[in-house]
């Protein structure tokens, strides 16, 4: 099954923290790679003001796998946790060394144990929606309506992203 991740950091050496997330994700048993999008920096969204100066660099990894999604919400919460992210339980979107989300798992739609397939809010966050559109515009996720690159051209401009590294 094809699965869409989102990737993000906003603390430390940021591409580093992406490279690693990647290839600990590639690293995962019964899974190949399949596409990436470029690197974005993207200025933070829902976050305190004393987070807004603290850009992320944002990307989508396409992988190929047989794990079962659950197995995949376990795996990526050890390499969030190997790679210094706490989780801070009163600051939901406070800034983190990484955050790995599935974006989408084939047609799967999945709402249970913490695991909301395809994401619940991908189609409003550009710094999503964009990267997602580099490797995937004709894609139409479960409960869609418009396809990824449709779902763009709807979103408000967004000064605060910028190409950050085409091949990373």
Known sequence: MEIGFSLGSN????KRLLMQAKNLLLSAPRTKFVDQSPIYETTPVDVKPEYQEMAYLNSVVIVESELPLDSWLSYIGKIEVSLGRERDQEDRNAPRPIDVDII???GQIIDSGGLEVPHP???ERRFVVQPLNDVRPDLILPEASKSVAQILG????????SVFDERW
Do not use: I, K, Q, T
Request: net charge neutral; no cysteine.
């Open 154 to 161: 709807s979103l408000p401009p967004d000064e605060g992203l």
């Open 121 to 123: 809010r991908w189609a």
């Open 104 to 106: 989408y798992a084939g």
């Open 11 to 14: 603390l430390y050496n940021r």
